[in-house]
């Protein structure tokens, strides 16, 4: 299987349908954006791959939680920009995806996670690295982490009190 398909299978195996918020995972890509943030201006290049590998884990789940074909989410290519560009446009299709999660339509949230990928992409070509080894990077990471959902949030195993 590929990543893409290990990804998604990780999530449905968790129940992503029944235990997942999209609100809450629209916050958990915040979150890991913030992460690809800090590893850039630290020169961390570990925690940058690591961080457009998870921005991407969590598209998969928001992409399921819109019921979106992830596959087409996915097969959008890089544009040829400044990496500084690129986290703008990131940055502004993350906060349209939250903004108006509930206030447009499927195709419109669709449309955000697509371009949402593209500059995760983007970034990705712009630093040298290859964006299928950051998503495969994240998945191993992931991929036996055990934990419930908990008001719409995974919270992994050992963060449960």
Do not use: H, P
Request: hydrophobic fraction near 35%; charged fraction near 30%.
């Amino acid at each position: 299987m590929t990543t893409l398909e290990n990804v998604k299978q990780w999530f449905i195996d968790r129940d992503l349908e029944n235990g997942g918020r999209l609100d809450k995972q629209s916050l958990k890509l915040s979150e890991e954006f913030g992460e690809l943030c800090a590893g850039y201006l630290k020169k961390n290049e570990k925690l940058t791959k690591d961080s457009i590998g998870d921005c991407a884990v969590v598209i998969v789940g928001l992409a399921l939680l819109i019921k979106e074909d992830v596959n087409q989410i996915f097969k959008t290519s890089e544009n040829d920009r400044d990496v500084m560009t690129c986290f703008s446009f990131l940055s502004r299709n993350i906060s349209d995806f939250q903004i108006n999660q509930d206030l447009f339509s499927k195709d419109f949230c669709k449309l955000s996670l697509i371009r949402t990928i593209r500059w995760l992409k983007s970034i990705s070509t712009a630093l040298g690295y290859d964006f299928d080894e950051c998503f495969e990077l994240a998945y191993q990471e992931i991929k036996d982490r055990k934990g419930r959902w908990i008001d719409g949030s995974f919270v992994k195993e050992e963060d449960l009190q």
